[in-house]
């Protein structure tokens, strides 16, 4: 049913219709469908129906536009009561669905009417990309489509406390916080203990900072870290961060892991039930530790949350034990382990560093601690299992950083007030016992305990410096404790194990890199990377098997921190680029600290492990410039693309207030390739010479509308065929009239065409003389406009296209495709078939692609043109595959002053710096050419002759007038000389360069119309005719292309 047939909507407020027909407003033919406030949607439920010809369409998912064409129609459609009227509109109103990507499950995806649609009234009040429109939105989303497909089963999604806030605090309170943190205490002090903190902590601020600008700036996927990076730099750096984050989370697991096994081999030594020894025990309790948590991933992201509830709630109650475990005084057995209470002194002797062993530095320990801190990303990680990742993202990090740095703060203080460094954890070192020393040093003393002796000796097995199970001891019961440590290590060795994956999987779906594309496929409703879980597990493993948190974690620092240095800097990067499409809904950040972040962070990284940093800066240039040179098929929208666009827009600015000079001259080509398929050797020829050098733009002159599909094609064509070339296209009548506008319009500012590059054209003969015309005039059009001319000759031609026919079965056509298919027989004229024209593959080999060897280049530099006939040569023997070849110039001189005219060109050739030593003077130019050859050209030139005979001098005129292409007898008397002179080169090009790779010859220039085309044409083919090698006529603008003066 389409719009306005059996119904119509009104709008009610205040008790009035807007735009009713005149039907009471309480009357039951309307139906409320949509209320705001005193604001009412109603439908009318009966009305006149439309013209058959409509009926046929389908629901449209947004209510059109009414139109505002005509009275009439004006006052209605200025009302939102009005139906559109479809003899003069299809437009549609906006809608969510428009600019959505994907659908939701059951319903197929709306799109808006193309232009094609809205401006062409032939095709009808239907169209193709959206459905007509009928029911209201309200009715759409009531009734269900009774063809769709039933809808699949919805992933688990979490919200922002379960899915990061949580997950982040249980990361980010790991193992280090339990083990490591007391020892750090020890060691740099509460002070600097806190300047750690609190620098890790702004490091990991800033970040979350950028983290939320990013997540904020469009709707986020699955694949985190890495996602996020490679979405906002482009795949480049993205793909490098990928690898690098996925090893980095497979390693943390092996750390958190490793933190637990040494609790369990803690307890298994007290309780005197070693398996093996310390080190393997804690080989085998990982292994199976890592064993069970890949079970509970493997179970399902529902599980796994499920998991981390229960973690998070055991820690919590883990910390108000150790907390008031602080508070209640100690016992003897505590004291003799060094905890004492809350005391000042304590404090104030812990308060400042006491380095020892071979990490004992700042540094060293902070990269002991900054892993800890790597727990920010745990809820970006798994941005495809949010409901929302662009609110969940920010406000869960920031909350975690702001929770997690407090706990880290209050713990280092309140523990470095309780515990000496060093205690023997024997009762019998008190003052009062018989062992004592006579004298005692340390602060035990003060309170009855002398723990000078083992303090001395290094042998003290309690205490800050040397027990890592310091906080166990003081809580009020210590299993509460090692709860925690096992909640917190295996919650965090959980996030990582699910993170690792998950980026990974992203990473291969996305196909930068080969042979880890197996890795790309998921399972279940959730999407589960299983065989990344498994790669995960293995690289887990081989690091549990060193066996040493010391040495894992600095490991892992690096990689973190070269992650969040990209981070921050895709943050800077975004912003400083003003694209339009930077627009975060988060807006407390600033790209000044974004850019302090990713220095920083690259700072540490250094002053941390600089051997590492290395590795990994290695590790990021060499994926970077794999991805750069294998170019993949993504377009992402990437800030790269932006910052390119805006350095591109100001040097093109400024470089229009820079003047030309002769040193900086570039030969910058628009060639009239037509489709450059069709002509990939005149493409691969100024390509040569162009690449890396000057502008090249293949031009297309159409004679009716192309679709815009057509210069996609080409311009990928180009892309890999590795040609720098931009690619436009002209609609015109005529090629003189098309590449006369592409000459005024093509470039920007500075980069504008100065040679206009043109193919040979080989069917002059039989063409109609109106094209012939045009092409000469062609040339002409572009001396005017003060542009160097190349015409480049095949012995085969230059066109390669081919028209190829397809034939169609009506039985098995697309009834979708009904249209187009009709509009493809109308065109080919026969039923059942089309017809398309289709140009050279991109692998096809030209003569300018293959390697020339140890052959000549001849130039013939017959006329001084300002140097642009020995600039092309020379640009394109700097080419590999022309480098070995030798280049000799041919000049036209007098015999007797054939060696001094030799001498006077080589010297100029020396200071031009071309390389071109071989110079060959020709006296004989002048000579009179063979009556044979003579004989040849009048052949050639006599199906274009006027033939004038006895007319008179009237008509003669008036048929010059009306044929000027054709060749008159004064033509031929005037130009004798000439038309011998051309002659006779070719006899001495045919002597001289029959073998070469490529002949270069100045072209012919004649007054603009006084030369007929037919015989201009003739000379060209007279010189250019029977010749093996590529012929290419040059003739600059006549203004210096060279010089040999340095300014």
């Known amino acids: 049913m389409g719009w306005g047939e059996g119904h119509r909507i009104e709008l009610r407020a205040s008790g009035k219709v807007a735009g009713g027909p005149?039907?009471?407003?309480?009357?039951?033919?309307?139906?409320?469908?949509?209320?705001?406030?005193?604001?009412?949607?109603?439908?009318?439920?009966?009305?006149?129906?439309?013209?058959?010809?409509?009926?046929?369409?389908?629901?449209?998912?947004?209510?059109?536009?009414?139109?505002?064409?005509?009275?009439?129609?004006?006052?209605?459609?200025?009302?939102?009561?009005?139906?559109?009227?479809?003899?003069?509109?299809?437009?549609?109103?906006?809608?969510?669905?428009?600019?959505?990507?994907?659908?939701?499950?059951?319903?197929?995806?709306?799109?808006?009417?193309?232009?094609?649609?809205?401006?062409?009234?032939?095709?009808?009040?239907?169209?193709?990309?959206?459905?007509?429109?009928?029911?209201?939105?309200?009715?759409?989303?009531?009734?269900?489509?009774?063809?769709?497909?039933?809808?699949?089963?919805?992933?688990?999604?979490?919200?922002?406390?379960?899915?990061v806030m949580i997950r982040c605090m249980l990361n980010i309170w790991g193992v280090i916080l339990y083990l490591r943190l007391p020892w750090i205490t020890a060691q740099a002090g509460i002070g600097l203990t806190w300047l750690i903190i609190l620098m890790s902590a702004v490091v990991t601020t800033i970040t979350g900072l950028s983290i939320s600008a990013i997540s904020t700036n469009g709707k986020v996927k699955a694949g985190g870290t890495y996602f996020l990076i490679s979405r906002s730099l482009g795949p480049e750096l993205g793909g490098s961060i990928g690898l690098l984050f996925s090893f980095a989370n497979a390693v943390a697991v092996a750390m958190h892991v490793v933190g637990f096994a040494e609790?369990?081999?803690?307890?298994?030594?007290?309780?005197?039930?070693?398996?093996?020894?310390?080190?393997?025990?804690?080989?085998?309790?990982?292994?199976?530790?890592?064993?069970?948590?890949?079970?509970?991933?493997?179970?399902?992201?529902?599980?796994?949350?499920?998991?981390?509830?229960?973690?998070f709630f055991v820690i919590m109650v883990s910390f108000i034990n150790y907390f008031v475990g602080t508070l209640?005084?100690?016992?003897?057995?505590?004291?003799?382990?060094?905890?004492?209470?809350?005391?000042?002194?304590?404090?104030?002797?812990?308060?400042?560093?006491?380095?020892r062993g071979e990490s004992g530095n700042f540094f060293g320990m902070f990269s002991i601690f900054f892993p800890s801190a790597t727990g920010i990303l745990a809820g970006a990680n798994i941005s495809g299992d949010l409901k929302d990742p662009a609110v969940a993202i920010p406000k869960g990090t920031l909350l975690a950083i702001?929770?997690?740095?407090?706990?880290?703060?209050?713990?280092?203080?309140?523990?470095?007030?309780?515990?000496?460094?060093?205690?023997?954890?024997?009762?019998?070192?008190?003052?009062?016992?018989?062992?004592?020393?006579?004298?005692?040093?340390?602060?035990?003393?003060?309170?009855?305990?002398?723990?000078?002796?083992?303090?001395?000796?290094?042998?003290?097995?309690?205490?800050?410096?040397?027990?890592?199970?310091?906080?166990s001891m003081v809580s009020g019961f210590s299993p509460l404790i090692t709860a925690g440590i096992f909640a917190a290590t295996l919650s965090s060795a959980l996030a990582c194990l699910v993170s690792a994956p998950k980026v990974f999987q992203c990473l291969c779906q996305d196909k930068l890199y080969p042979v880890i594309g197996f890795f790309a496929k998921g399972y279940g409703k959730n999407n589960e990377p299983l065989r990344g879980y498994m790669l995960t597990f293995v690289l887990a493993i081989a690091f549990i098997l060193i066996a040493e948190l010391n040495t894992i974690a600095p490991i892992i620092s690096n990689f973190f921190l070269c992650s969040y240095a990209l981070i921050n800097f895709s943050c800077f990067h975004a912003t400083i680029t003003n694209s339009p499409g930077w627009r975060p809904s988060f807006r407390y950040f600033s790209k000044w600290s974004a850019l302090f972040g990713a220095v920083i962070s690259v700072v540490i990284?250094?002053?941390?492990?600089?051997?590492?940093?290395?590795?990994?800066?290695?590790?990021?240039?060499?994926?970077?410039?794999?991805?750069?040179?294998?170019?993949?098929?993504?377009?992402?929208?990437?800030?790269?693309?932006?910052?390119?666009?805006?350095?591109?827009?100001?040097?093109?600015?400024?470089?229009?207030?820079?003047?030309?000079?002769?040193?900086n001259f570039r030969p910058q080509c628009l060639v009239l390739t037509g489709p450059p398929s069709f002509r990939p050797a005149l493409v691969d020829f100024v390509s040569a010479f162009t690449k890396g050098v000057s502008l090249m733009i293949c031009g297309n002159v159409a004679g009716d509308t192309p679709g815009d599909s057509d210069s996609e094609e080409h311009v990928e064509w180009l892309n890999r065929r590795k040609v720098r070339s931009f690619?436009?296209?002209?609609?015109?009548?005529?090629?003189?009239?098309?590449?006369?506008?592409?000459?005024?319009?093509?470039?920007?500012?500075?980069?504008?065409?100065?040679?206009?590059?043109?193919?040979?054209?080989?069917?002059?003969?039989?063409?109609?003389?109106?094209?012939l015309e045009n092409y000469v005039a062609t040339i002409h059009d572009a001396f005017d406009g003060r542009a160097g001319v190349c015409v480049l000759r095949m012995k085969d031609g230059l066109d390669v296209s081919r028209t190829v026919r397809a034939y169609v079965n009506p039985a098995f056509e697309d009834p979708e495709a009904a249209p187009q298919g009709e509009k493809l027989r109308q065109e080919s004229g026969n039923a059942g078939s089309s017809v398309k024209v289709l140009g050279a593959d991109e692998l096809t080999e030209t003569h300018f692609q293959a390697p020339q060897k140890k052959r000549c280049v001849d130039v013939y530099w017959l006329f001084d043109d300002g140097g642009l006939t020995l600039l092309v040569p020379y640009l394109l023997s700097r080419r590999k595959r022309w480098s070995r070849c030798r280049v000799r110039v041919f000049i036209s001189g007098h015999l007797g002053s054939a060696e001094q005219q030799r001498q006077e060109i080589q010297l100029l050739l020396s200071k031009f710096r071309l390389g071109f030593s071989e110079v060959l003077v020709l006296p004989h130019v002048a000579w009179q050419p063979e009556e044979r050859s003579l004989k040849e050209f009048e052949d050639l030139v006599?199906?274009?002759?006027?033939?004038?005979?006895?007319?008179?001098?009237?008509?003669?005129?008036?048929?010059?007038?009306?044929?000027?292409?054709?060749?008159?007898?004064?033509?031929?008397?005037?130009?004798?000389?000439?038309?011998?002179?051309?002659?006779?080169?070719?006899?001495?090009?045919?002597?001289?360069?029959?073998?070469?790779?490529?002949?270069?010859?100045?072209l012919p220039v004649v007054r603009k119309g006084a030369c007929p085309s037919a015989l201009y044409m003739a000379w060209l083919e007279t010189l250019s005719r029977d010749l093996r090698p590529p012929v290419a006529f040059i003739r600059g603008n006549q203004q210096d292309a060279l010089t040999f003066y340095c300014q």
């Open 942 to 1002: 006599a199906p274009f002759r006027l033939n004038e005979g006895q007319r008179s001098p009237e008509a003669t005129e008036a048929l010059r007038r009306e044929t000027p292409w054709k060749v008159s007898d004064e033509d031929l008397r005037v130009y004798r000389k000439k038309s011998e002179q051309q002659v006779r080169l070719h006899e001495i090009l045919q002597e001289n360069s029959r073998n070469a790779a490529l002949i270069v010859m100045s």
């Open 22 to 163: 005149g039907t009471p407003m309480d009357s039951p033919a309307y139906k409320t469908v949509l209320a705001l406030g005193r604001f009412k949607v109603r439908k009318l439920q009966t009305g006149p129906a439309l013209d058959k010809g409509k009926e046929g369409a389908s629901p449209l998912p947004c209510p059109p536009t009414p139109s505002m064409e005509g009275s009439d129609q004006a006052d209605e459609g200025g009302s939102l009561s009005a139906p559109p009227d479809y003899a003069t509109t299809m437009d549609v109103s906006p809608c969510y669905e428009f600019y959505a990507q994907s659908a939701p499950p059951g319903r197929a995806r709306k799109s808006r009417p193309s232009l094609e649609v809205l401006r062409n009234v032939e095709d009808g009040p239907g169209f193709p990309d959206a459905p007509d429109p009928g029911e209201s939105r309200a009715k759409e989303e009531d009734e269900e489509d009774p063809d769709a497909a039933s809808p699949e089963a919805e992933p688990v999604r979490f919200g922002w406390v379960t899915g």
């Open 402 to 471: 702001f929770w997690t740095t407090l706990s880290y703060l209050a713990i280092s203080a309140t523990i470095g007030s309780c515990v000496v460094r060093d205690a023997s954890g024997s009762l019998n070192d008190t003052l009062g016992s018989p062992n004592a020393t006579d004298s005692c040093l340390g602060l035990g003393c003060g309170y009855g305990w002398n723990f000078t002796e083992c303090a001395q000796a290094g042998t003290c097995e309690y205490g800050l410096a040397n027990n890592y199970q310091t906080m």
């Open 727 to 771: 690619y436009t296209l002209i609609t015109a009548p005529d090629l003189r009239s098309g590449a006369r506008s592409l000459m005024q319009v093509s470039g920007l500012g500075r980069l504008k065409p100065n040679t206009i590059v043109l193919g040979y054209k080989q069917n002059w003969q039989t063409d109609s003389p109106h094209n």
């Open 263 to 311: 609790t369990v081999r803690d307890l298994l030594l007290e309780f005197d039930a070693v398996m093996t020894d310390p080190v393997n025990d804690i080989r085998i309790v990982g292994v199976i530790t890592v064993t069970v948590l890949l079970g509970i991933a493997l179970a399902g992201m529902e599980w796994e949350a499920k998991a981390q509830v229960v973690f």
């Open 605 to 663: 990284m250094f002053l941390l492990t600089w051997w590492a940093a290395l590795i990994v800066v290695g590790i990021i240039l060499v994926s970077l410039a794999y991805v750069s040179y294998k170019k993949p098929d993504v377009n992402w929208g990437s800030s790269v693309q932006a910052g390119t666009y805006s350095m591109a827009l100001s040097y093109s600015v400024s470089l229009t207030q820079v003047e030309e000079h002769v040193k």
């Open 328 to 355: 209640i005084p100690a016992t003897e057995e505590k004291m003799s382990k060094g905890y004492f209470s809350y005391r000042g002194d304590i404090f104030l002797e812990n308060i400042g560093p006491e380095w």
